[in-house]
Protein backbone atom coordinates (compact mmCIF):
# COMPACT_ATOMS: atom_id res chain seq x y z
CA UNK A 1 0.00 0.00 0.00
CA UNK A 2 1.61 3.33 -1.10
CA UNK A 3 1.64 6.20 1.78
CA UNK A 4 -0.06 9.30 0.70
CA UNK A 5 1.77 12.05 0.17
CA UNK A 6 0.97 15.08 2.92
CA UNK A 7 -1.60 18.07 1.94
CA UNK A 8 0.45 21.11 1.17
CA UNK A 9 -2.35 23.25 2.75
CA UNK A 10 -2.38 21.47 6.08
CA UNK A 11 1.26 21.53 6.49
CA UNK A 12 0.92 25.38 5.78
CA UNK A 13 -1.73 25.74 8.72
CA UNK A 14 0.20 23.81 10.83
CA UNK A 15 3.29 25.79 10.39
CA UNK A 16 1.44 28.88 10.88
CA UNK A 17 -0.46 27.37 14.17
CA UNK A 18 2.92 26.66 15.43
CA UNK A 19 4.46 30.32 14.73
CA UNK A 20 1.67 32.00 16.60
CA UNK A 21 2.16 29.86 19.15
CA UNK A 22 5.65 30.71 19.87
CA UNK A 23 5.23 34.40 19.63
CA UNK A 24 3.07 33.55 22.39
CA UNK A 25 5.68 31.85 24.40
CA UNK A 26 8.02 34.70 23.94
CA UNK A 27 5.95 37.41 24.81
CA UNK A 28 5.32 35.42 28.37
CA UNK A 29 2.18 34.09 27.68
CA UNK A 30 -1.44 34.72 29.23
CA UNK A 31 -3.19 38.67 27.92
CA UNK A 32 -0.70 41.28 27.09
CA UNK A 33 0.87 43.69 29.78
CA UNK A 34 -0.15 47.81 29.56
CA UNK A 35 2.46 50.17 29.59
CA UNK A 36 1.88 53.37 32.26
CA UNK A 37 1.37 56.45 31.29
CA UNK A 38 4.31 58.52 31.05
CA UNK A 39 4.52 61.89 33.66
CA UNK A 40 3.37 65.39 32.22
CA UNK A 41 5.97 67.82 31.83
CA UNK A 42 5.25 71.67 32.47
CA UNK A 43 6.10 73.64 29.37
CA UNK A 44 7.26 76.70 29.39
CA UNK A 45 3.74 78.59 29.10
CA UNK A 46 2.37 76.58 31.69
CA UNK A 47 5.22 77.84 34.45
CA UNK A 48 4.68 81.08 33.44
CA UNK A 49 0.87 81.34 33.77
CA UNK A 50 1.36 79.50 37.33
CA UNK A 51 3.76 82.83 37.90
CA UNK A 52 1.57 85.03 36.80
CA UNK A 53 -1.18 83.94 38.85
CA UNK A 54 0.82 83.96 42.24
CA UNK A 55 1.93 87.52 41.62
CA UNK A 56 -1.65 88.77 40.85
CA UNK A 57 -2.54 86.40 43.91
CA UNK A 58 0.08 88.60 46.25
CA UNK A 59 -0.53 92.03 44.64
CA UNK A 60 -3.99 91.92 46.03
CA UNK A 61 -3.23 91.07 49.49
CA UNK A 62 -4.10 94.26 51.50
CA UNK A 63 -0.99 96.25 52.44
CA UNK A 64 -0.11 96.60 55.93
CA UNK A 65 -1.24 100.08 57.18
CA UNK A 66 1.80 102.27 57.87
CA UNK A 67 1.19 103.89 61.62
CA UNK A 68 0.91 107.52 61.59
CA UNK A 69 3.09 109.54 62.98
CA UNK A 70 2.03 111.95 65.50
CA UNK A 71 2.69 115.57 65.58
CA UNK A 72 5.18 116.85 68.54
CA UNK A 73 3.58 119.05 71.29
CA UNK A 74 4.50 122.64 71.33
CA UNK A 75 7.00 123.67 73.90
CA UNK A 76 5.05 125.56 76.43
CA UNK A 77 6.01 129.26 76.42
CA UNK A 78 7.76 130.45 79.00
CA UNK A 79 6.80 132.53 81.20
CA UNK A 80 8.44 136.58 80.68
CA UNK A 81 11.15 137.61 82.75
CA UNK A 82 13.04 140.40 83.89
CA UNK A 83 13.80 142.82 81.11
CA UNK A 84 11.45 140.80 78.52
CA UNK A 85 8.76 143.22 76.80
CA UNK A 86 5.23 142.24 77.18
CA UNK A 87 3.44 144.97 75.09
CA UNK A 88 4.28 148.11 72.91
CA UNK A 89 2.93 150.57 71.25
CA UNK A 90 3.71 153.74 68.98
CA UNK A 91 0.38 154.45 68.56
CA UNK A 92 -0.42 153.87 64.80
CA UNK A 93 -4.12 153.32 65.77
CA UNK A 94 -6.09 153.07 69.65
CA UNK A 95 -7.45 149.70 68.78
CA UNK A 96 -6.15 148.42 72.30
CA UNK A 97 -7.05 152.02 73.94
CA UNK A 98 -10.73 152.22 73.83
CA UNK A 99 -10.98 153.08 77.41
CA UNK A 100 -10.79 157.07 77.57
CA UNK A 101 -12.81 158.48 79.98
CA UNK A 102 -12.78 161.74 82.00
CA UNK A 103 -12.50 162.53 85.88
CA UNK A 104 -14.74 164.25 87.03
CA UNK A 105 -16.97 163.37 83.68
CA UNK A 106 -17.19 166.01 80.97
CA UNK A 107 -17.03 165.45 77.32
CA UNK A 108 -14.88 168.58 76.70
CA UNK A 109 -11.68 166.75 76.05
CA UNK A 110 -9.55 165.30 72.78
CA UNK A 111 -8.57 161.59 72.17
CA UNK A 112 -7.27 160.70 69.22
CA UNK A 113 -4.06 159.65 67.22
CA UNK A 114 -2.27 162.71 65.19
CA UNK A 115 1.08 161.83 63.51
CA UNK A 116 1.51 158.75 65.00
CA UNK A 117 1.29 159.93 68.46
CA UNK A 118 -1.65 159.34 71.09
CA UNK A 119 -2.76 163.23 71.26
CA UNK A 120 -4.90 164.12 74.70
CA UNK A 121 -6.14 167.88 75.11
CA UNK A 122 -7.82 168.54 78.00
CA UNK A 123 -10.65 171.44 77.63
CA UNK A 124 -11.91 171.42 80.71
CA UNK A 125 -9.98 172.90 84.15
CA UNK A 126 -9.28 170.71 86.91
CA UNK A 127 -10.34 167.85 84.87
CA UNK A 128 -8.22 164.57 84.52
CA UNK A 129 -8.21 162.38 80.99
CA UNK A 130 -7.22 158.95 81.09
CA UNK A 131 -6.79 156.04 78.18
CA UNK A 132 -6.18 153.10 79.83
CA UNK A 133 -4.83 149.78 77.07
CA UNK A 134 -7.77 147.71 77.03
CA UNK A 135 -6.08 144.11 78.55
CA UNK A 136 -4.67 143.04 81.69
CA UNK A 137 -1.40 142.13 80.83
CA UNK A 138 -1.51 139.28 83.88
CA UNK A 139 1.83 140.80 85.23
CA UNK A 140 1.72 141.88 88.55
CA UNK A 141 5.05 143.58 88.30
CA UNK A 142 5.58 146.34 85.53
CA UNK A 143 7.26 148.55 84.14
CA UNK A 144 5.79 151.82 82.15
CA UNK A 145 7.96 153.39 79.71
CA UNK A 146 6.67 156.48 77.82
CA UNK A 147 8.11 159.81 75.88
CA UNK A 148 5.42 162.51 76.64
CA UNK A 149 5.84 166.51 75.34
CA UNK A 150 3.26 169.15 76.01
CA UNK A 151 2.75 170.62 72.77
CA UNK A 152 -0.46 172.99 72.81
CA UNK A 153 -2.23 175.40 75.90
CA UNK A 154 -0.79 175.92 79.41
CA UNK A 155 2.43 174.91 80.82
CA UNK A 156 0.74 174.09 84.48
CA UNK A 157 -0.46 170.38 84.06
CA UNK A 158 0.48 166.83 84.93
CA UNK A 159 1.57 164.24 82.61
CA UNK A 160 1.52 160.53 84.07
CA UNK A 161 1.77 156.93 83.99
CA UNK A 162 -1.00 154.79 85.53
CA UNK A 163 -0.28 151.04 86.91
CA UNK A 164 -2.96 148.58 88.36
CA UNK A 165 -5.66 149.72 87.38
CA UNK A 166 -9.04 148.28 88.12
CA UNK A 167 -12.71 149.57 88.97
CA UNK A 168 -11.29 149.71 92.84
CA UNK A 169 -8.52 152.33 91.93
CA UNK A 170 -4.44 152.56 90.81
CA UNK A 171 -1.69 153.94 91.03
CA UNK A 172 -0.39 157.00 89.46
CA UNK A 173 3.06 158.90 88.81
CA UNK A 174 3.38 162.56 88.09
CA UNK A 175 5.28 165.15 86.65
CA UNK A 176 4.69 168.53 85.78
CA UNK A 177 7.04 171.43 83.08
CA UNK A 178 7.12 173.13 86.49
CA UNK A 179 9.98 170.56 87.69
CA UNK A 180 7.79 168.75 90.42
CA UNK A 181 6.49 164.92 90.46
CA UNK A 182 3.90 162.97 92.71
CA UNK A 183 3.12 159.23 93.22
CA UNK A 184 -0.81 158.93 94.05
CA UNK A 185 -3.01 156.07 94.57
CA UNK A 186 -6.43 156.55 93.69
CA UNK A 187 -9.78 154.45 95.10
CA UNK A 188 -12.79 155.51 96.52
CA UNK A 189 -11.61 157.70 99.05
CA UNK A 190 -9.95 159.67 96.19
CA UNK A 191 -6.63 160.86 95.44
CA UNK A 192 -4.21 160.67 98.36
CA UNK A 193 -0.27 161.89 97.53
CA UNK A 194 2.17 158.92 98.94
CA UNK A 195 5.17 160.88 97.21
CA UNK A 196 6.02 163.87 96.28
CA UNK A 197 8.66 166.20 95.07
CA UNK A 198 10.89 168.43 92.90
CA UNK A 199 13.80 167.37 90.92
CA UNK A 200 15.87 168.86 88.03
CA UNK A 201 15.81 166.42 86.31
CA UNK A 202 12.74 167.20 84.56
CA UNK A 203 12.72 169.05 81.51
CA UNK A 204 10.97 172.68 82.16
CA UNK A 205 8.11 173.99 79.67
CA UNK A 206 7.12 172.76 76.73
CA UNK A 207 9.99 169.84 76.36
CA UNK A 208 10.23 166.10 75.34
CA UNK A 209 10.62 163.78 78.66
CA UNK A 210 10.99 159.73 79.11
CA UNK A 211 8.61 158.96 81.96
CA UNK A 212 9.09 155.45 83.58
CA UNK A 213 7.13 154.50 86.59
CA UNK A 214 7.72 150.97 88.16
CA UNK A 215 5.64 148.89 89.90
CA UNK A 216 7.31 145.98 91.93
CA UNK A 217 6.02 144.31 94.57
CA UNK A 218 4.85 147.34 97.22
CA UNK A 219 7.43 149.59 95.93
CA UNK A 220 6.11 152.23 93.38
CA UNK A 221 9.09 154.12 91.88
CA UNK A 222 9.07 156.97 89.70
CA UNK A 223 12.14 158.25 86.88
CA UNK A 224 11.89 160.89 84.93
CA UNK A 225 14.86 161.03 81.88
CA UNK A 226 16.15 158.01 83.36
CA UNK A 227 17.11 159.16 86.76
CA UNK A 228 15.33 158.24 89.86
CA UNK A 229 13.08 160.93 91.44
CA UNK A 230 11.14 159.21 93.94
CA UNK A 231 10.02 155.93 95.40
CA UNK A 232 7.38 154.96 98.05
CA UNK A 233 5.26 151.88 98.76
CA UNK A 234 2.14 150.61 98.80
CA UNK A 235 0.36 147.27 99.32
CA UNK A 236 -3.25 147.69 98.23
CA UNK A 237 -3.27 147.14 94.39
CA UNK A 238 -1.43 144.17 93.28
CA UNK A 239 -2.09 143.82 89.89
CA UNK A 240 -4.35 145.26 87.18
CA UNK A 241 -4.28 147.46 83.53
CA UNK A 242 -1.69 149.95 82.31
CA UNK A 243 -2.65 153.73 81.38
CA UNK A 244 -1.52 157.54 80.40
CA UNK A 245 -3.43 160.71 81.41
CA UNK A 246 -3.50 164.49 81.39
CA UNK A 247 -4.40 166.85 83.98
CA UNK A 248 -5.29 170.46 83.59
CA UNK A 249 -5.48 172.62 86.85
CA UNK A 250 -7.09 176.14 86.90
CA UNK A 251 -6.06 176.62 82.83
CA UNK A 252 -7.73 174.72 80.82
CA UNK A 253 -6.57 173.80 76.91
CA UNK A 254 -3.39 171.55 77.75
CA UNK A 255 -2.82 169.52 74.86
CA UNK A 256 0.06 166.59 75.23
CA UNK A 257 1.67 164.04 73.02
CA UNK A 258 2.46 160.64 74.33
CA UNK A 259 5.17 157.96 72.29
CA UNK A 260 6.42 154.66 72.52
CA UNK A 261 4.17 153.44 75.25
CA UNK A 262 6.36 150.51 76.35
CA UNK A 263 5.41 147.84 79.48
CA UNK A 264 8.04 145.19 80.51
CA UNK A 265 8.97 143.21 83.72
CA UNK A 266 11.32 145.29 86.22
CA UNK A 267 14.79 143.97 86.61
Excluded at 82 to 97: K, R
Aim: glycine share 8%.
Amino acid sequence: MKANKPNRWLAALLALALATLACGALSGGGGATETPPKPRVPTQTAKAAALTAEAEATATKAPRPTPTPQPALPSPTPPPGPGDIVYFTDFDDLDDWTMIFALPETDKYTAEIQQGKLYIQVDDRSTTIYAFHDLDLGQPDVQIDADVETVAGPNRNNISLVCRATGDGWYEFSMNSGGFWFIWRYDDDGFASLEEGGSTAINLQKSKNHLTAVCQGDTLTLYVNDEEVGSTSDGKFTEGQVGVSVTTFNIQGAGVEFDNVIVSIPK
